[in-house]
């Protein structure tokens, strides 16, 4: 069965995919720059399995020039907004994703994001090589500590509940968490389910973590901004596009609230001309939450297996439910 792979990816997952023989021939856009659209039309053409990254778009006219003979898509990612599942579903082609196993690197990079930004790292490292550092100043580069703070995440899914875990040691008061429903694992972390409006303006530090679906996309705006406390930090590792940036940028540059870290955005890079670079209270980092060796390793060996299953009608370890 033919397979296509649209970028280079880990040789964990490679090495899975070629002793696979007699099962799949594989053929790959072989570079870490990202396909062009017309190369992935082309690809995929007659192919039985794909595996793709949050970044292809996979929708009607991929699955279109893929013809009928496709019967498994399998991403190397936990987030899966990029694939049109409706028409997904309406070709009866199953679905391979990547849960659990980049929750811990996530988690761990969110609550880099959040301290680098809360305590101004970027800016004191820069300050540091352009000879901005004179002396020791009471009242030079202070920010803001988790200490008795208030933290508010916004989905306790599986993210969500790893960065709370790490966050409490810390000294947090009070955790305060919204979604759609009130979890029974918010307890473990004694989080407060609590209405977004209370979130927003009770807490020190707000984390995004939900999903991106309709209901997130654009979720924090202007409104949203105007809510928070002037002294609050906002971070973000879920998906660019739950954040209306132009708002984000307003509040920023007019010191509506503190500071902000963006592990995503909107778009992907975002370009180096952008707003939001220009001002010393953004951190944005090149969405690396998942980017750790062995992250990736076990992120592109989970995608090769959940292939395989849908390539021979069996199992797949995490295929997705929709
Ligand atoms: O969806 C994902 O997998 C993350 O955003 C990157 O690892």
């Avoid at 490679?14 to 790959?28: F, H, N, R, Y």
């Avoid at 906002?234 to 007019?254: H, K, M, P, T, W």
Wanted: proline content about 5%; glycine content about 10%.
């Amino acid at each position: 069965m033919k397979v296509f792979i649209t970028r280079r990816i880990p040789q964990e997952g490679m090495k899975i995919l070629t002793e696979a023989t007699g099962v799949c021939e594989v053929s790959q856009w072989a570079s870490d720059e990202p396909i062009p659209r017309s190369e992935l039309l082309k690809g995929v053409q007659g192919a039985h399995g794909l595996l793709c990254l949050l970044s292809d778009k996979i929708d009607a006219e991929v699955l279109d020039a893929a013809g009928p003979n496709l019967k498994v898509i399998s991403t190397m990612s936990v987030g899966f907004d990029h694939l049109a599942l409706e028409e997904i579903k309406k070709r009866g082609i199953r679905v391979g994703y990547t849960p659990d196993v980049l929750t811990d690197a996530t988690a761990e990079l969110t609550v880099a994001l959040l301290l680098a930004t809360a305590r101004r790292l970027p800016e004191g490292v820069e300050e540091v090589k352009k000879g901005g550092w004179s002396s020791w100043k009471p009242l030079w580069l202070c920010g803001y500590g988790l200490s008795g703070s208030t933290v508010g995440v916004i989905g306790l899914g599986r993210i969500g509940m790893a960065i709370a875990q790490r966050l409490l040691p810390f000294g947090v008061k009070r955790l305060l968490y919204t979604g759609r429903t009130a979890k029974a694992h918010g307890a473990e972390v004694n989080g407060e389910f609590v209405p977004l409006d209370e979130l927003v303006s009770e807490s020190d530090f707000i984390v995004v973590s939900c999903s991106l679906t309709p209901e997130t996309q654009g979720l924090c705006d202007k409104a949203f901004f105007s809510k928070m406390k002037k002294t609050a930090v906002f971070i973000n590792s879920s998906r660019g596009a739950v954040v209306n940036q132009e708002d984000l940028y307003e509040a920023l540059s007019r010191g509506q609230i503190a500071a902000a870290g963006l592990d995503v955005t909107t778009p992907e890079p975002l370009p180096t001309s952008h707003p939001l670079l220009t001002l010393k209270n953004c951190v944005v980092l090149p969405h690396i939450g998942s980017a750790t060796y062995s992250t990736r390793g076990v992120m592109s060996a989970l995608t090769a297996q959940n292939l395989l299953g849908g390539l021979q009608g069996s199992d797949m370890p995490s295929e997705l439910s929709f």
